[in-house]
């Protein structure tokens, strides 16, 4: 499969190593390497979007209409700035993404697991329910259906989280669930609770 990976930081640079080393078409798209965001997103079938969440303005809006989208940004006020919807809870920052994004098919996964056991402790070899999980909350059924395999591949359990806002909400910083390395039945119980 040809995946664009947008950002080239430590969870993009990661991602895309792994996506490679299992036999994926990748192209790295950043605003300081040789392949630019719209490159990147003009490759993929799939698109990675691993950047800071301000800098979403500034995404190739053409080159990803149509596209699934993996939206592995996270909202740091102190980074990105207020954004009041945000802070009231009337939205998700992938809600936000979505929109900035018209038809894109957005899936908001990898943004949970930090990028250290995300590059050393996927195993396919392991039976499912010993997998760590990476979450995955989205609209699309389809588009979560290939980036569920993507993680499967990758030899982490895919949990699925919801929808993009419902699931979005369970997957943003300061949920239960962020920043945890847990089994799928771990994590079932985290997200039920």
């Not at 980074?79 to 920052?93: F, I, K, Y």
């Not at 699931?167 to 920043?179: A, D, H, K």
């Amino acid at each position: 499969m040809r995946i664009g990976v947008i950002g080239s930081g430590n969870i993009g640079g990661t991602a895309a190593g792994l996506f490679e080393a299992v036999g994926h078409d990748v192209m790295i798209g950043s605003r300081s390497g040789p392949d630019s965001p719209e490159d990147a997103a003009r490759h993929g079938e799939v698109v990675l979007v691993a950047i800071p969440f301000f800098a979403i303005d500034a995404l190739p809006v053409d080159a990803l209409a149509g596209k699934m989208v993996v939206d592995a940004n996270n909202y740091y006020p102190g980074r990105d700035g207020q954004v009041p919807a945000l802070d009231a809870d009337e939205t998700t920052s992938s809600e936000l993404l979505a929109a900035q994004l018209p038809g894109a098919r957005v899936v908001k996964a990898f943004n949970t697991m930090n990028y250290v056991p995300l590059g050393e402790r996927g195993d396919p070899s392991l039976p499912r329910d010993q997998r760590l999980a990476i979450y995955l909350a989205g609209d699309d059924a389809v588009a979560k259906g290939v980036v569920s395999g993507l993680i499967e591949e990758l030899g982490y359990a895919a949990v699925d989280a919801g929808g993009l806002a419902d699931g979005g909400r369970r997957l943003q910083p300061g949920s239960p669930v962020y920043g945890t390395d847990l089994t799928p039945p771990e994590a079932g119980k985290l997200l039920g609770a």
